[in-house]
Structures are given as structure tokens and as C-alpha cells.
Antibody, heavy 129, light 112 residues
């Protein structure tokens, strides 16, 4: 069964960089149909998509975060990573990594998947001095 | 900025059926099946329960069903059970994009 586990500092100072790793179970990257994503959830609030990455390292970012976010994938280490620079208190959230579905193609165009079928347990990151 | 609007809360008694709506202009574009639904229990990660409007991931009960008409998607839960009490989120795309995933604000389901 696919497993994902986020790890990283639980406390980050304002203006610094948030860095998280997501370790996935062996073999998870063997199916190249799937994409991989990061989603966050501020305490008591809803979900916000951060971005999605493919094993080819193609990335798709939330336009509201694109200037500050970098996602990467290392299939040899079974890891995803997330970096978010210049953080503020508004970045305080539980950060989830998740597996995204394959590309969805209709008659005229394709969509990077909006469904995530396996999630890590989440990592709370608090931005505070 | 595209938004998906959900009711803040719904409730129902065990055995009943409830429907949660998700409305957004981006849902009525090109008639693609691009709506998914998640269940989130307190302190847990979201769980995918419906994708591509009306498909079930492996292991998801058929008591959960999805549909879409125009700019509104709906999640129906039949035969309500106490364990269904959770937050539910819909998801689709921002208008005019094929990658910018957005979520609805979430609906709190209370089983009376």
C-alpha cells in the first residue's frame, strides 16, 4: 500500500525558507502515469493547492505562490521536496504531500489531475519568531 | 480568481440521504468531468471519495455518489451513518486553466 510521510521543521521564522520532504514507499514512482502534489491547510481553514510535479520534473504551481515555491522530485531517493521562501504567518498550515492522478484528457485539451488519491498524514509548520 | 462555493454546513439523520452542492463558473466550461470530492475527518488527511464527477476510487462505498449539471456539482451521501460526519471539499480548476487546482470552502456534515 502506498505510503507518504512528510518531514521537516515544525517552526520557521518569518522571512525565512520553509523546507519539507515527503518520503514515499518503495516503488511508488515506478508508475509514470501518476503525478505528485503538495496541498496545505491553515489551522481551522480549507485546503489550498500548492503545486503538482511529474517525474520528468515538470512543475505546475499555484499562481498565488509561484514566485516563492519550488518543488522537486528525486525518484532514486523516493522523495519529493517543497521549498517556500519569504514565509509569513499566513503560511502557517498543515502541509500535505499526495499522489495525483494521471493526466486527464478530454476532446480538446488535457488537465493536470485535480484528484489526489493517497496522502501523507501532514506536517504542521508554524511561522513565528 | 475562480471560486467554488459550498454550503458551510449540512445535517441529516442516520439512514437519510443528503446532498452537498459545489457551484462555480469554472464547472460549466467545455463540459469536462473535472470535479472531485474529499472527506476529511478531524485531525486526518483528506480522503478522495469521488473523482471525475462520478467515479469511485478503490474501496469507497457506493453510498457516495457524484453528479454535475451546468455550473453545479453535487455529492450525495445515502444511508447516512455516524462515521460520515466530517468535512467535505469539492475540487476543480480555476477558470481558463488546465492545471490550477482549486478547492471549495468545505462543508461540515453533522449526523444528528
Amino acid at each position: 500500500q502506498l505510503q507518504l510521510q512528510e518531514s521537516g521543521p515544525g517552526l520557521v521564522k518569518p522571512s525565512e525558507t520553509l523546507s519539507l520532504l515527503c518520503t514515499v514507499s518503495d516503488g511508488a514512482f515506478s508508475n509514470n502515469d501518476y503525478y505528485w502534489g503538495w496541498i496545505r491547510q491553515p489551522p481551522g481553514k480549507g485546503l489550498e493547492w500548492i503545486g503538482t510535479i511529474y517525474y520528468t520534473k515538470n512543475t505546475y504551481y499555484n499562481p498565488s505562490l509561484t514566485s516563492r515555491v519550488t518543488m522537486s522530485i528525486d525518484t532514486s531517493k523516493n522523495q519529493l521536496s517543497l521549498r517556500l521562501t519569504s514565509v509569513t504567518a499566513a503560511d502557517t498550515a498543515v502541509y500535505f504531500c499526495a499522489r495525483a492522478g494521471p493526466l486527464y484528457c478530454g476532446t480538446a485539451k488535457c488537465f493536470v489531475s485535480n484528484w489526489f488519491d493517497a496522502w501523507g498524514q501532514g506536517a504542521l509548520v508554524t511561522v513565528s519568531s | 480568481q475562480s471560486t467554488l462555493t459550498q454550503p458551510a454546513s449540512v445535517s441529516g439523520s442516520p439512514g437519510q440521504s443528503i446532498t452537498i452542492s459545489c457551484t462555480g463558473t469554472s464547472l460549466d466550461v467545455d463540459n469536462y468531468d473535472i470535479v472531485s470530492w474529499y472527506q476529511q475527518r478531524p485531525g486526518k488527511a483528506p480522503k478522495l471519495i469521488i473523482y471525475e464527477v462520478n467515479k469511485w476510487p478503490s474501496g469507497i462505498s457506493a453510498r457516495f455518489s457524484g453528479s454535475k449539471s451546468g455550473n453545479t456539482a453535487s455529492l450525495t451521501i445515502s444511508g447516512l451513518q455516524a462515521e460520515d460526519e466530517a468535512d467535505y471539499y469539492c475540487s476543480s480548476y480555476a477558470t481558463g486553466t488546465n492545471f490550477h487546482v482549486i478547492f471549495g470552502g468545505g462543508t461540515k456534515l453533522t449526523v444528528l
